[in-house]
């Protein structure tokens, strides 16, 4: 169910200046500036903006620096600067094939369980790695079921409108529901190959010969020239996940597309089962989903070691990916907490404390931690300001053993991989290095945050939020960005 958090016009009511603002305008003086910012917030958005001098951590320019708005994607950061105080950027994730049972003549006479410590990049290639290692064990046929095992954290339903809807139906990947195991970040990755000139295109699963679950309809193969009118969603009833598809698929080369799972971990499992059927493995028994920790007498057949941290963290920096980002957040809270945690709202608050702890660092107060429910940002109620990503970021700068996994996430704008940031000043593209943040529901979020180098050689950080407000439900992605980006300009030009 979804988890019932405050609604968006009273919490606007309760935004405030942070500790961290008072102090460092306290320090020096406060330039407004901003101004495309100001004006936009004249037209009737909520802004929060500051500039921070990493040279002598003088505050540049700030606007509502200590309001907390809605950050969106920009949380993300929070997870990686958390995630890098927690562990070192090499640590990696390890995935496991178990069994409970005698092996002999090549047979598991018993289950086999597939267990997970939390690797949120575990792919089909990972799984083929898994069942290669079976096979080189020796293992040809399993009596038992195969069994997928979630805990620590068992069943963690869904928080999020858009995981919610995902449950029963999706056509893209970015809202799979979060789970403790998933492959392919809890998609169906689907391959799309034409065929002959009005034959069916080939639908299969990625580095299998057929897809584990039943495919509805199909896509007809036309000419090179035309245009592709493909569709592909997965649909869910009671007999499981299956995907219906439509329309048209030039020849030429296959596409490969996700589609959201409903159930992540049995998904898995099934993608698995059929992994183990093609390489010449047999199980006998069904697909089950366990939230109970794997048996003690279980023995490791195979292991499959995840991506490094610092390259999870690239991928979820970069390709603002979801799934990476509270995969982690729930591998920090059981990390850090005596017990694992059951949902996502809940281990969010160790990124809230964390956020705290960096003023209490600098300012050796106790202020109040922001509200944050989830590190992908899907949540709207997060709050975050811009003298939050600023101390943040102020803070991974001076830190040497973190700062080069950190800002080897962020994205300079000639070389983002989303055309919006790809506009703007040789300044804007070649002298930033940011993450964004953006939603449209409930109301409309643009966030940008990261680094400026000065004419120098020195640093700048910043962060720009605008917020849609109860007066201006909807700004336009394209006018807030026209609005950071002049005046990231400004700042180019100053420094």
Same mark, same amino acid.
């Given at each position: 169910?979804?988890?019932?958090?405050?609604?968006?016009?009273?919490?606007?009511?309760? +935004?405030?200046?942070?500790?961290?603002?008072?102090?460092?305008?306290?320090?020096?003086?406060?330039?407004?500036? #901003?101004?495309?910012?100001?004006?936009?917030?004249?037209?009737?958005?909520?802004?929060?903006?500051?500039?921070?001098?990493?040279?002598?951590?003088?505050?540049?320019?700030?606007?509502?620096?200590?309001?907390?708005?809605?950050?969106?994607?920009?949380?993300?950061?929070?997870?990686?600067?958390?995630?890098?105080?927690?562990?070192?950027?090499?640590?990696?994730?390890?995935?496991?094939?178990?069994?409970? %049972?005698?092996?002999?003549?090549?047979? +598991?006479?018993?289950?086999?369980? /597939?267990?997970?410590?939390?690797?949120?990049?575990?792919?089909?290639?990972?799984? #083929?790695?898994?069942?290669?290692?079976?096979?080189?064990?020796?293992?040809?046929?399993?009596?038992?079921?195969?069994?997928?095992?979630?805990?620590?954290?068992?069943?963690?339903?869904? @928080?999020?409108?858009?995981?919610? @809807?995902?449950?029963?139906?999706?056509?893209?990947?970015?809202?799979?529901?979060?789970?403790?195991?998933?492959?392919?970040?809890?998609?169906?990755?689907? @391959? /799309?190959?034409?065929?002959?000139?009005?034959?069916?295109?080939?639908?299969?699963?990625?580095?299998?010969?057929?897809?584990? +679950?039943?495919? =509805?309809? @199909?896509?007809?193969?036309?000419?090179?020239?035309?245009?592709?009118?493909?569709?592909?969603?997965?649909?869910? $009833?009671?007999?499981?996940?299956?995907?219906?598809?439509?329309?048209?698929?030039?020849?030429?080369?296959?596409?490969?597309?996700?589609?959201?799972?409903?159930?992540?971990?049995?998904?898995?499992?099934?993608?698995?089962?059929?992994?183990?059927?093609?390489? %010449?493995?047999?199980?006998?028994?069904?697909?089950?989903?366990?939230?109970?920790?794997?048996?003690? +007498?279980?023995?490791?057949?195979?292991?499959?070691?995840?991506?490094?941290?610092?390259?999870?963290?690239?991928?979820?920096?970069?390709?603002?990916?979801? *799934?990476?980002?509270?995969?982690?957040?729930?591998?920090? =809270?059981?990390?850090?907490?005596?017990?694992?945690?059951?949902?996502?709202?809940?281990? !969010?608050?160790?990124?809230?404390?964390?956020?705290?702890?960096?003023?209490?660092?600098?300012?050796?107060?106790?202020?109040?931690?922001?509200?944050?429910?989830?590190?992908?940002?899907?949540?709207?109620?997060?709050?975050?300001? !811009?003298?939050?990503?600023? =101390?943040?970021?102020?803070?991974?700068?001076?830190?040497?053993?973190?700062?080069? !996994?950190?800002?080897?996430?962020?994205?300079?704008?000639?070389?983002?991989?989303?055309?919006?940031?790809?506009?703007?000043?040789?300044?804007? /593209?070649?002298?930033?290095?940011?993450?964004? %943040?953006?939603?449209?529901?409930?109301?409309?979020?643009?966030?940008?945050?990261?680094?400026?180098?000065?004419?120098?050689?020195? #640093?700048?950080?910043?962060?720009?939020?605008?917020?849609?407000?109860?007066?201006?439900?909807?700004?336009? /992605? *394209?006018? =807030?960005?026209?609005?950071?980006?002049?005046?990231? $300009?400004?700042?180019?030009?100053? *420094?």
């Amino acid at each position: 169910m979804i988890r019932r958090l405050p609604a968006f016009a009273p919490r606007l009511a309760r +935004i405030r200046f942070t500790l961290l603002a008072a102090g460092l305008a306290a320090a020096a003086p406060s330039f407004a500036a #901003w101004n495309a910012l100001a004006e936009l917030q004249r037209s009737g958005a909520a802004v929060s903006a500051a500039a921070l001098d990493l040279d002598d951590g003088k505050m540049l320019e700030q606007l509502n620096a200590g309001t907390r708005l809605t950050p969106a994607s920009l949380t993300k950061l929070v997870v990686a600067a958390a995630a890098l105080d927690a562990w070192p950027a090499d640590k990696t994730f390890q995935t496991r094939l178990l069994a409970v %049972g005698p092996f002999k003549d090549g047979r +598991i006479d018993g289950d086999l369980f /597939l267990q997970s410590v939390g690797d949120a990049t575990l792919d089909h290639l990972s799984l #083929w790695s898994l069942a290669a290692q079976l096979r080189g064990a020796g293992v040809n046929s399993v009596s038992g079921r195969l069994v997928i095992s979630t805990a620590p954290f068992g069943a963690l339903g869904c @928080e999020t409108k858009d995981r919610c @809807e995902a449950l029963s139906r999706s056509d893209t990947a970015y809202n799979a529901p979060l789970a403790a195991l998933a492959v392919d970040y809890g998609n169906w990755c689907v @391959e /799309l190959r034409p065929g002959t000139l009005d034959a069916p295109a080939m639908v299969s699963a990625c580095g299998l010969g057929q897809l584990p +679950i039943p495919v =509805a309809g @199909e896509i007809r193969t036309v000419g090179a020239s035309r245009k592709p009118t493909y569709w592909v969603e997965r649909v869910t $009833d009671a007999g499981g996940d299956s995907l219906r598809v439509g329309g048209e698929l030039p020849q030429g080369a296959g596409v490969t597309l996700y589609r959201a799972m409903s159930d992540p971990p049995l998904g898995t499992g099934l993608v698995l089962k059929e992994t183990l059927r093609e390489i %010449g493995i047999r199980v006998d028994g069904a697909v089950v989903v366990s939230h109970s920790p794997v048996p003690a +007498i279980a023995y490791p057949l195979a292991q499959s070691e995840g991506l490094s941290l610092k390259e999870q963290l690239g991928r979820m920096l970069r390709y603002s990916n979801n *799934y990476v980002a509270d995969e982690l957040t729930l591998n920090l =809270a059981a990390a850090q907490r005596p017990r694992a945690p059951s949902q996502l709202a809940d281990a !969010a608050r160790v990124l809230s404390d964390f956020v705290a702890s960096l003023e209490r660092r600098r300012l050796t107060v106790d202020p109040p931690p922001p509200r944050l429910y989830s590190g992908s940002g899907l949540t709207p109620e997060n709050e975050l300001s !811009a003298a939050d990503l600023v =101390a943040l970021l102020d803070d991974q700068y001076h830190n040497t053993r973190n700062f080069p !996994a950190f800002y080897g996430g962020l994205v300079v704008p000639r070389q983002a991989p989303f055309v919006f940031l790809r506009n703007g000043s040789p300044a804007w /593209l070649d002298r930033v290095a940011l993450k964004t %943040g953006t939603m449209d529901d409930p109301h409309s979020v643009c966030g940008v945050a990261g680094y400026l180098r000065k004419k120098d050689g020195g #640093w700048l950080a910043f962060a720009a939020i605008v917020n849609g407000t109860p007066r201006r439900r909807h700004v336009p /992605l *394209y006018q =807030a960005m026209q609005a950071v980006r002049s005046d990231i $300009d400004a700042l180019l030009a100053k *420094y």
